[in-house]
């Protein structure tokens, strides 16, 4: 079956350090993974978009990686912040017609 | 802010009612989703209007119904409900007909079913 999961639910980690998130997926060959942040009660914002012919994506201290051979993304927020602190959703394209199919996110906190 | 709207923002019913959700996209995007948030369950995709048109479908249950006016606003009607039905509801928009765009999403609807 298909299946989008992300490393874990939670993840604590102390500000300053570089936060890693996992996006792993089954079963689907997306053209393209995207990833968003949601803080509490509020929808999910757009952060970046990487395509399966692109290893490596950068957007000022966020750094996205697209393996389609191990069916992973890597998500890094470098020099993390409190603000940060926020659950963060991989999407990827389901193929064909099929709409964005989003994981359940992994909620990350930042220590300060 | 996403330039996406939507109304209202909480809404507390009974069991069996009947309840309207309203979303206006961006200016110039010409597809709007649905999404249903549940704790347990995550972001589920519950359809897509695009330039007025029903697009795509996902796990909406029949008791619901959704459509898109001319001026492109959206409507998501949620009728017979049920406790489970308590969720937040997102709608977002897009530019063209390609359902794996990037999506702008609104504030939600916060929906308790009691």
């Known amino acids: 079956s298909q299946k989008i999961e992300q490393n874990s639910e939670a993840l604590n980690i102390q500000e300053g350090k570089t936060a890693t998130l996992t996006c792993n997926y089954t079963n689907y060959s997306p053209a393209y993974l995207q990833w968003y942040r949601q803080d509490p009660g509020r929808g999910p914002v757009f952060l970046l978009l990487i395509r399966e012919n692109e290893k490596e994506k950068r957007k000022e201290r966020l750094k996205v990686t697209f393996d389609t051979t191990l069916k992973q993304s890597l998500f890094h927020i470098t020099a993390s912040q409190p603000a940060d602190s926020a659950t963060y959703l991989c999407a990827l394209d389901g193929g064909g017609n099929t709409p964005l199919v989003f994981g359940k996110g992994t909620r990350l906190s930042v220590i300060a | 802010d996403s330039g996406v709207t939507q109304t209202p923002k909480h809404l507390i019913t009974a069991t069996g009612q009947r309840v309207t959700l309203r979303c206006s996209p961006r200016?110039?995007?010409?597809?709007v989703y649905w999404y249903q948030q549940s704790l347990d369950q995550g972001l589920q995709f519950l359809i897509q209007y695009y330039n007025g048109e029903e697009r795509a479908k996902g796990n909406i249950l029949e008791r619901f119904s959704a459509q898109q006016f001319p001026d492109l606003h959206s409507e998501l009607n949620l009728s017979s409900l049920e406790l489970g039905d308590s969720a937040l509801y997102f709608c977002a928009s897009s530019v063209g007909e390609v359902s794996q765009e990037t999506q702008y999403f609104g504030p939600g609807t916060r929906l308790l079913v009691l």
């Open positions: 200016s110039g995007d010409l597809s």
